[in-house]
């Protein structure tokens, strides 16, 4: 219930913005490993979105990071506000 009430939240907030701030910035490589070493494509990250999945897990809303971001990122992108 409460990932719906925040990814309702997301979606209209996207709704009423023109741009997201914050810096964009490639992910290194390092930080994209796999536990088989195979190669992980292209990976970019922007602090707002960061900042944004950090507090969401430490609200216990999400566990991780990977899954705020799916809490997230699906309303920006309805809105085509990705960096």
């Known amino acids: ?3 719906e009430i925040l990814s ?3 979606l209209a907030i996207a709704a009423e ?8 910035f490639d992910r290194p490589p390092t930080d994209m490993a796999t536990s088989d070493r195979t190669r992980v494509p292209r990976t ?9 999945a950090r507090e969401i897990v430490k609200t216990g ?9 799916m809490l997230i990122i699906p309303a920006f992108a309805r809105y085509n ?3």
């Open 61 to 69: 809303i999400a566990y991780d990071i990977p899954e705020a971001y």
């Open 17 to 24: 913005i023109k741009k997201v701030g914050g810096d964009t």
């Open 8 to 10: 309702l939240f997301m």
């Open 44 to 52: 970019i990250e922007n602090t707002v979105f960061r900042d944004m």
């Open 1 to 3: 219930c409460a990932q």
């Open 81 to 83: 506000l990705l960096p």
